[in-house]
């Protein structure tokens, strides 16, 4: 079946534009997450969707960041005014559960990411 | 906060041989752990889960050994293959840390010859 999909796959950004990535999680699955992996690094939690609720952006690191899934399926994960730092590889997972309490887990399937390069 | 760490950035195996890729975390209240394979251009692959109440769990060829005591656990590979070359981490999950959010460590970056 149909895994997690994302689009771009390959960005090429401009210091200060915007960027918008897009995350088709697999079809009914509840919760899901984004990530940014820094070259040669371990993948690092932004963002936390819990259908169409945003239920935790701690991990964003700027106000420039930005996600939304406004009907609980497809998430777009934006970045306004990108700077260098910036560049990296962005994931997206999904999960079939609700999570319902701390320290409930669910499998995350992850999707091939959005290599993200800013000059 | 919150840490885990592999022990080695890389490692190179021969065909057939079995594989130890080793973890250690700080949290003493981590009760969830995912080791996950990361071939180039691909997104994580889930391998194997163990929960802070098991010492050991078996997969496919793949052996999850969680040592509390020391706060280390390992992912164990028989009989490598050349499909195995892949970036390995391990993922932990703190209990009351905010639902399902996963910390990595860097990852092992295996290299498997035939």
């Known amino acids: 079946g149909a895994g997690v999909s994302q689009s771009p796959r390959y960005k090429v950004a401009k210091r200060g534009q915007d960027v918008a990535l897009r995350c088709d999680p697999i079809?009914?699955?509840?919760?899901l997450f984004w990530y940014q992996q820094a070259l040669g690094q371990g993948p690092e939690f932004l963002t936390y969707?819990?259908?169409?609720?945003?239920?935790?952006k701690s991990g964003l690191p700027s106000d420039r960041f930005f996600a939304e899934r406004p009907e609980g399926s497809v998430s777009t994960l934006k970045i306004q005014r990108t700077q260098q730092e910036d560049s990296a590889v962005y994931l997206c997972?999904?999960?079939?559960?609700?999570?319902?309490?701390?320290?409930?887990?669910?499998?995350?399937?992850f999707g091939p990411g959005t290599r993200l390069t800013v000059l | 906060g919150e840490s885990v760490g592999l022990h080695l950035p890389t490692l190179s195996v021969q065909e057939g041989d079995n594989s130890i890729i080793n973890c250690a975390y700080s949290?003493?209240?981590?009760?969830?752990f995912i080791w996950y394979k990361q071939e180039s251009g691909k997104g994580p692959q889930f391998i194997i889960d163990?929960?802070?109440?098991?010492d050991k769990r078996q997969g496919q060829r793949v052996t999850v050994l969680l040592n509390k005591t020391v706060k280390h656990l390992s992912l164990q590979i028989a009989a490598t293959q050349p499909g195995d070359s892949a970036v390995y981490f391990c993922a932990g999950l703190s209990r009351g840390s905010t639902l399902g959010r996963l910390y990595f460590g860097r990852g092992t970056q295996l290299t498997v010859w035939p």
């Open positions: 163990i929960r802070s109440n098991m």
């Open positions: 997972a999904s999960s079939p559960k609700r999570l319902a309490g701390p320290s409930m887990a669910d499998t995350q399937y």
């Open positions: 969707f819990q259908n169409e609720a945003q239920l935790d």
């Open positions: 079809s009914g699955h509840v919760s």
């Open positions: 949290n003493s209240a981590s009760d969830y």
